[in-house]
């Protein structure tokens, strides 16, 4: 009888011992009933919930024979299968992204394996067989378990896996005993193998997917296969069925649409039977339509008892590439794409069904048409979730070998040193994973494209996988951006893939590169504060037909719930389990945050630049273009909708009629404006009827166009009272009273009604609190001379003396003060700030700078207040809802929003920059009385949050943020965009840095209310 020999768990030649081949991940029930019910398979038996457990830090330490049937294991501590065990209370998660998780601790060669600390988890479940298993064959199924796992069953080695990923199943008949029997599971940490699964996520170990036993009928159906064969016309199909059963048998076959019958058929069934059925002018799938048919197999012995009943879904579709354009069911395709890793801020990668269909109900309407699995295949059920909703999926293999990858792409490694590259004894190891994912999936039409790993270079090794693929499966295209990096086999990936390239390089390829289409397998990084000009791909792939969109790396915050010293929840990220080596908050790339699946404010822009309708309004005309593939724009209810200063003034219901990737003009049932104010003309399209995904109403596209109708300025002709003092100047009114300081050298006070607004003088303000792209591209040493003029602006000279003493201009209704501050840059600069002050208590701020060709732009343009906490209400007549930047605004509508001050500061991992608005005309800053300060303007810059630019950026928690005192509003001409193409040394787009080619300035206007 053969044991197990830890050895193996060294090799990577070997990965399995005893286990069972793969298959496709279909159920079975044993009737029809039970199968149209919400149940679970009767031949199925759950072994979820608690196992006994203990844990040592490494193989030498743990317990030796643990699995003997003698052995009591009875008092051990308990873990909750599935899960995490460093998120059960052993070993603690860690985070590296290219860095393998064991350098420098232990210095190993690829291969080997750490020995002093590598975690090893026994598992030890006691069961009872369920009566209705009793005298069957009996399997167990490891939906995934990290990252090997070696299995005992009453004391007999059953067997050994590998793959984290993909199902591992082994017989256990033979080991059976009546009664109470002992399973026993080691789940070792690290393996050979784990030198390719060196992903950007958390390590993890243990047993996180569902464990079950499962029992089959005499006759059973181990594997079905199904294809769906489109003719050049995609008008009809074949249907191919390929079945892999126990033993003969009989079969009936019933392909369902809803409750009509378009194909049955009784007929033999053998070990191996392949069927083939016509199928005249089927239902197409596609994300947009995502119809699915049934196929109900009804399977029974020789003598007419029912054995089986399955019920598989089948999506018609055809994905090819024709002249170098990727197209499904003959039409050409864009990837309107998002990474997913799976992830869950409570369980790590034991990610739950509710939460699996969270993530693709927000996709679904934020306009996200495609996954690709990074960097592993998921859970099964995800793919169930993408054919029924309407995703199209990049299916990835277990593989990443970054770690090594990047010595070889910086030359302190051979290619001869790449893992699989083209070393042999890893090829076998690769094939597997690809193979178990392969037959797992192959039956999910959302699947259209096979990726073979992710960042392991290149070499011979990936090529055989590519053609491995090509092999089991000529309906779906292969994937691999490596590549792009070892272009010796560039035949492995029938798509160009490329990562993170600008625009411009992408159109530089493609001028001299046309064999392939393109896409962007990762690309808009989407860390902390970012995603902008995302607007600039989207603009390419409707401008050339081989560029065909991205994925956005990525979909969730990799964060972990944690609670800090004093007891107070945060979402923690590398580092903050005190693991080391991490790479801290690079985890933090979501779209959506990791606490609560909720969206941040990037998917605004997301969604519009994901919408599948285009808008664009001149004047009462509007040009729309319907990017669908399949959908008419009369699937929709399209609405037109005019607003001034904010307010709905019309809105009108209209009829639309344009076939999928056509373009009309239509008229607009609107007259253009002409009476003074600021208008907004909205088209908007809205679903007619509520789906899985959304409730009727919900909007899929939009399009805006502002006006602005000026009128005569209202003049002011209240009476103020100049008030001459030896250091300071006051300036009364009816309501108000202001004080400027000499010494000072600014505004000190300004009281209206009676109370004090000002908790600090405003000064002159040219810094952001940097966010994770700044950090990653040097933008606090290139910038930092503005975060001393910010913090040191003065209008003393070294010495402290006054040496720039204000200017007073004084005229009949209004009077006017100028104070020069000078900065601390090198060269020297400085900058003016006039006040204006009429008789209702207005100030008018004039902000203005002569650039200095030497110090170049700067990161924000404008003024800074302090007001009391207490003015803790906002309101904006601007772009919004969410936040809105120079380069990430073309998602936003305007309108009058409303909201509380801290809700401004947004959820990133890192406190930085966040909360501005821009093209804002006003904003109310107000306590819960609706008392406090009117700021007002044109096409303005503006934020109001809790904390200063320096408080922030002092931070590297929100925990870590002092108590809040103030608020801080900021209002500017401009702040540098955000940037987006990465966060490793992109910087902002230069149309997207403030313009220092003439003076700068700023001119706005506040109010007290």
């Known amino acids: 009888m053969k044991t197990f020999d830890y050895e193996i768990v060294k090799n990577p030649e070997i990965f399995k011992e005893n286990r069972m081949e793969p298959h496709s991940d279909h159920n079975y029930y044993s009737s029809l009933e039970e199968c149209l019910s919400e149940e679970e398979s009767s031949f199925k038996y759950s072994l979820n919930g608690f196992w006994k457990f203990s844990y040592a830090k490494n193989y030498d330490s743990s317990i030796k024979n643990f699995f003997d049937l003698n052995y009591d294991c009875k008092t051990w501590d308990v873990i909750r299968v599935p899960g995490h065990i460093q998120l059960e209370g052993y070993d603690v998660p860690q985070y590296v992204n290219i860095q393998y998780p064991w350098d420098g601790r232990e210095e190993i060669d690829p291969g080997e394996i750490p020995t002093e600390f590598n975690p090893t988890a026994s598992y030890v479940k006691y069961f009872t067989l369920p009566a209705h298993m009793e005298g069957k064959r009996v399997f167990i199924s490891f939906q995934g378990v990290e990252s090997g796992m070696a299995l005992w069953l009453n004391g007999v080695y059953v067997g050994y896996s590998e793959d984290s990923f993909t199902p591992s199943e082994f017989e256990l008949t033979p080991y059976l005993n009546t009664g109470e029997n002992k399973l026993a599971v080691q789940v070792f940490k690290w393996t050979a193998g784990s030198w390719c699964e060196d992903q950007d996520f958390y390590r993890f170990s243990g047993i996180f997917r569902d464990v079950y036993l499962y029992t089959i009928p005499d006759v059973h159906i181990w594997d079905l296969k199904v294809q769906t064969l489109l003719d050049d016309a995609y008008e009809n199909a074949e249907l191919m069925l390929d079945l892999v059963a126990t033993r003969s048998g009989k079969i009936k076959l019933s392909l369902m649409d809803g409750k009509n019958i378009v194909i049955q058929k009784e007929t033999d069934l053998s070990e191996s039977s392949h069927y083939s059925f016509p199928v005249a002018s089927p239902k197409l799938w596609s994300a947009e339509c995502p119809y699915l048919y049934d196929l109900l197999i009804e399977v029974k012995s020789n003598d007419g008892q029912t054995q089986e009943v399955i019920l598989q879904k089948v999506g018609f579709r055809r994905f090819e590439i024709k002249d170098s354009v990727m197209c499904l069911n003959g039409k050409r395709i864009v990837f309107n794409g998002v990474n997913r890793h799976e992830f869950s801020s409570l369980r790590g990668r034991c990610v739950t069904q509710e939460e699996m269909i969270k993530d693709i109900i927000t996709m679904k309407q934020n306009n996200i048409n495609a996954i690709r699995t990074s ?10 979730l993408c054919d029924l909703y309407g995703l199209y999926v990049i299916d990835e293999t277990n593989l990443e070998t970054h770690g090594i990858w990047d010595t070889v792409a910086r030359g302190t490694a051979s290619i001869e040193d790449a893992i699989p590259g083209d070393n042999p004894k890893w090829l076998n190891l690769i094939l597997d994973r690809a193979y178990s994912m392969y037959q797992r999936d192959k039956n999910h039409p959302s699947i259209l494209i096979w990726s073979c790993g ?47 390239t600008p625009v411009e390089k992408i159109k530089e390829f493609l001028s001299h590169n046309r064999e392939k289409p393109f896409i962007c397998c990762e690309y808009v990084h989407a860390m902390g504060n970012s995603c902008g000009a995302m607007h600039k791909y989207i603009e390419l792939s409707e401008e050339d037909p081989l560029f065909q969109g991205g994925f956005i790396w990525d979909y969730i915050d990799q964060s972990i719930t944690k609670k800090n010293r004093y007891g107070q929840e945060f979402q923690s990220y590398g580092g903050d389990f005190d693991e080391r080596p991490a790479d801290y908050n690079f985890c933090g790339n979501g779209i959506v945050y990791g606490e609560n699946r909720e969206v941040s404010p ?4 997301v969604k519009y630049n994901y919408q599948p309708i285009s808008i664009k309004i001149d004047g009462s005309k509007a040009v729309i273009t319907n990017k669908n593939l399949f959908v008419n724009t009369n699937a929709y209810d399209c609405f037109v909708l005019v607003e001034r200063n904010g307010k709905l003034i019309q809105k009108e219901r209209i009829e639309t009629n344009i076939p999928p990737l056509s373009q009309e003009e239509i008229k607009l049932p609107v007259e253009l404006p002409s009476k003074e104010g600021i208008y907004a003309i909205t088209v908007s399209f809205r679903l007619k009827e509520d789906t899985l995904w959304a409730s009727k109403g919900h909007e899929i596209a939009f399009g805006q166009k502002v006006y602005e109708v000026e009128g005569k300025p209202a003049l002011c002709k209240k009476p103020i009272k100049v008030v001459y003092g030896r250091w300071n100047i006051g300036v009364k009114g009816e309501d108000f009273d202001v004080l ?33 792209n700044d950090m990653g591209n040097n933008f606090s040493a290139r910038y930092g001379q503005w975060k001393l003029a910010s913090m040191y602006a003065s209008n003393k000279d070294e010495n402290g003396k006054v040496v720039v003493s204000p200017v007073l201009e004084e005229k009949d209704n209004h009077v006017t003060i100028t104070f020069t501050y000078l900065l601390p840059t090198r060269p020297a600069s400085s900058c003016k700030l006039s006040y204006t002050v009429y008789g209702d208590g207005t100030i008018e701020v004039h902000l203005a700078y002569d650039p200095v060709k030497e110090l170049g732009d700067m990161p924000e343009f404008g003024v800074m207040f302090k007001l009391d906490a207490d003015y803790d209400q906002l309101e904006w007549f601007g772009m919004g809802p969410e936040e809105t930047y120079v380069d990430r605004c073309h998602g936003a509508k305007l309108g009058i929003y409303r909201n509380e001050v801290r809700d401004n500061l947004a959820k990133y991992l890192v406190p930085q920059e966040c909360g501005n608005k821009v093209g804002v005309y006003y904003a109310k800053v107000t306590n819960k009385l609706g008392r406090g300060l009117l700021f007002s303007g044109k096409d303005l810059s503006f934020s109001a949050l809790p904390y200063t630019p320096h408080e922030l950026e002092n931070a590297m928690h929100p925990y870590e943020l002092p108590p809040v005192h103030y608020t801080v509003v900021r209002v500017a ?16 787009h230069k149309e997207y840095l403030l313009d220092i080619s003439n003076q700068l300035e700023l001119k706005f206007s506040f109010k007290g209310i």
Do not use: C
Not at 375 to 384: F, G
Not at 602 to 605: G, I
């Open 973 to 988: 001409k401009q702040q540098m965009g955000v940037g987006g193409d990465n966060s490793w040394g992109a910087q902002t």
């Open 602 to 605: 990037k998917m605004q822009e």
């Open 454 to 500: 992710n960042e392991s270079f290149g070499g011979s090794n990936i090529y055989k996988l590519s053609q491995a693929f090509r092999k089991w499966d000529n309906t779906r295209l292969v994937h691999y951006e490596g590549v792009n990096w070892d272009r010796r086999y560039n035949d492995t990936s029938d798509i160009e893939s490329q990562m993170y």
């Open 740 to 772: 400027f300081s000499g010494i000072s050298g600014g505004l000190v006070s300004y009281r209206y009604g009676g109370t004090e607004m000002l908790k600090a003088m405003p000064k002159p303000n040219f810094w952001r609190a940097p966010i994770d």
């Open 375 to 384: 960097h592993y295949p998921n859970s099964s059920k995800l793919y169930e």
